[in-house]
């Protein structure tokens, strides 16, 4: 794992970093770790309950799913903005000059989502703890099973990047025009809308001239595949000539795409924020299932 000491300040040059490294790493001054996680709609588990009870020590809990969110939006998960976005992650106690490992506690899932939210938010210095708290755990790391301690509050500032992101109707008018390429990273059948969606009112398929890349074929027992295997997935639908666009259900594991995409082959894709659950609660929108 690549670093760097300016200034003192810890720097992760990386986007996946390894529970060893952290081991090492783990009580740099100016190291951070979050806690990301957050589970499917149904689910009896709880992330921030978990995280109160056993967590990588220091960790916070970035609750995306109920707090560090757009409440007025019908959509999951939608990303708040810039302002509130900086307010929720003051309370937490993160500086923009802190280097920040996110984990989750499935391995790779949720992670990787705020990771997003903090590069489209400007911040350079954050990774993903591959494995997660797996991994964490199979080597031996420390845990904190006490009462989580109130982070001091620091000031941090956002540094919108409008380039990670699409809305609904830029992707329309790329789909349309066949400006953009579209990677769809639902499980096959709910591509093929050959099951019906999780959520009620959700339409089942996928745009039209989208790929599909289930996230689960870029994971291996919990962890990224290598590069190598990343790249020859990847290399199957993302395009060369036109601008890239993740899209998962609900805005969650588009994000594994996307860091796959960055760590395997330093190709940007921009995350559709709604995802399925927008767009196929929409019906002005146009979809596609293997029954047309």
């Known amino acids: 794992m690549a670093v760097s000491k300016e200034s003192d300040l810890l720097q992760i040059n990386d986007v996946l970093i390894s529970a060893e490294w952290l081991r090492s790493n783990l009580g740099a001054p100016n190291l ?3 806690d990301a996680s957050t589970f499917m709609p149904g689910s009896p588990r709880n992330g921030k309950q978990e995280w109160a009870t056993k967590r990588i020590p220091g960790a916070v809990y970035f609750d995306f799913d109920k707090e560090i969110v757009d409440k007025s939006s019908p959509v999951p998960h939608t990303l708040p903005s810039p302002e509130y976005f900086q307010e929720c992650v003051s309370k937490l106690g993160i500086d923009n000059t802190d280097a920040l490992v996110v984990y989750d506690s499935v391995g790779i899932f ?11 938010m400007g911040h350079q210095s954050v990774a993903v703890l591959d494995g997660g708290l797996p991994a964490w755990e199979s080597i031996g790391g420390p845990l904190d099973t006490q009462t989580p301690a109130e982070p001091e509050f620091s000031t941090y500032k956002a540094s919108f990047q409008p380039e990670r992101v699409i809305d609904k109707s830029a992707l329309l008018a790329g789909i349309e ?13 709910r591509f093929n809308g050959s099951v019906t969606e999780p959520r009620p009112g ?8 989208a790929k599909n890349l289930p996230f689960g074929q870029l994971l291996e027992n919990g962890k990224f595949k290598d590069k190598a295997q990343l790249q020859e997935s990847l290399k199957s639908v993302l395009s060369t000539d ?3 666009v993740s899209s998962c259900g609900s805005g969650v594991t588009a ?11 330093n190709v940007p894709v921009m995350v559709y924020d709604g995802s399925w659950t ?7 929108l146009p979809v596609v299932s293997d029954s047309d």
């Open 242 to 244: 036109l601008p890239n």
């Open 255 to 265: 994000c594994i795409l996307t860091l796959a995409s960055e760590f395997a082959l």
């Open 278 to 284: 927008e767009w196929g609660s929409d019906i002005s």
């Open 202 to 209: 959700v339409r089942s398929g996928h745009m039209p001239n």
């Open 32 to 34: 951070r770790v979050i």
């Open 110 to 120: 949720s992670a990787p989502r705020v990771w997003w939210m903090f590069r489209i």
């Open 177 to 189: 025009s066949s400006l953009l390429n579209v990677i769809d990273v639902r499980p096959s059948d």
